[in-house]
C-alpha cells in the first residue's frame, strides 16, 4: 500500500468556520508532512512531523494548526481563515526526512 | 538558497515523439532529487527519485538522469502518449526540506 488518503476532497468553508483537514498513512512512514499549493504553482512547504514530533513550521500563520495524534495519522485544524488562504492542501509522507516523498491527492479548500 | 528551475515551462508535441524535460538547482549539496507528475486539481505522483550518488533511475518509458555537480537532471520520456498530458515537477531534497521548480506543462496531441 503506497497510499495517503486525505478527507475531505473539496472543502468550503466561511471566515469564521472552524474545521479540520485529515491525512491518513499505513506505510509505516515516520515523516508527515502539510503543502500549500496555489493554482499553476508548486507546492509550499507549511509543517513538517518526523516520529510525531513538529520538527519545522514555515512560519505559517496560527489560524492553520497542525495536529500528529499517532504516526499514521496528520489533522490539519483551520480557524478564522482569509479568502487568500483558498488552495490544495496536500499531505505527504516519507520513510524518514530525507526520503521519496507519496502524495495524496490533496484537499480543494475555498475560504469565503 | 536553493532555487530549482525547469525549462521548458510548457510543451506541446504530437504522440509517438520522444521528450526531455530538463531541471536545475543552484545548490549541488543535496541528497536526492525527485520527479513527480501532477494532473490539474490532483495530488503529485511520485515518477522516479534519484540519490546524489547515483547518475540516473528508469522505470517503464522513464529516464531520469542527474548531474549533481553541474546541478542538472533531465525527465527522457519515450514514444510519448495523451495520457501522459500533466505537470512534471522536479525537486530537490537536502536534509527535511524540498525545493520545488515551477513545473513543466506537458500536452501531448494524439
Known amino acids: 500500500d503506497t497510499e495517503v488518503t486525505q478527507t475531505p476532497k473539496h472543502l468550503v468553508m466561511g471566515m469564521t468556520n472552524k474545521k479540520s483537514l485529515k491525512c491518513e498513512q499505513h506505510?509505516?512512514?515516520?515523516?508527515m508532512y502539510w503543502y500549500k499549493q496555489k493554482a499553476k504553482k508548486p507546492p509550499e512547504l507549511m509543517f513538517v512531523?518526523?516520529?510525531?514530533?513538529?520538527?519545522i513550521n514555515e512560519s505559517v500563520p496560527s489560524r492553520f494548526s497542525p495536529e500528529c495524534p499517532n504516526s499514521s495519522l496528520l489533522n490539519l485544524h483551520l480557524h478564522a481563515l482569509q479568502p487568500e488562504d483558498s488552495a490544495l492542501y496536500l499531505c505527504a509522507s516519507s520513510q524518514d526526512l530525507g526520503g521519496r516523498l507519496f502524495f495524496g491527492s490533496g484537499t480543494q479548500l475555498s475560504v469565503l | 538558497k536553493q532555487e530549482v528551475t525547469q525549462i521548458p515551462a510548457a510543451l506541446s508535441v504530437p504522440e509517438g515523439e520522444n521528450l526531455v524535460l530538463n531541471c536545475s538547482f543552484t545548490?549541488?549539496?543535496?541528497?536526492?532529487l525527485q520527479w513527480f507528475r501532477q494532473d490539474p486539481g490532483k495530488g503529485l505522483t511520485s515518477l522516479l527519485l534519484?540519490?546524489?550518488?547515483?547518475r540516473e533511475q528508469t522505470s517503464g518509458r522513464l529516464n531520469a538522469s542527474l548531474d549533481k555537480s553541474s546541478g542538472r537532471s533531465t525527465l527522457y520520456i519515450a514514444a510519448s502518449q495523451p495520457g501522459d498530458s500533466a505537470t512534471y515537477l522536479c525537486?530537490?531534497?537536502?536534509?527535511?526540506?524540498?525545493?520545488f521548480g515551477k513545473g513543466t506543462m506537458l500536452l501531448v496531441s494524439p
Open positions: 525537486a530537490v531534497r537536502r536534509y527535511s526540506t524540498l525545493t
Open positions: 534519484i540519490q546524489s550518488s547515483q
Open positions: 512531523y518526523s516520529y510525531e514530533k513538529l520538527s
Open positions: 545548490d549541488s549539496a543535496i541528497y536526492n
Open positions: 506505510m509505516g512512514h515516520r515523516a
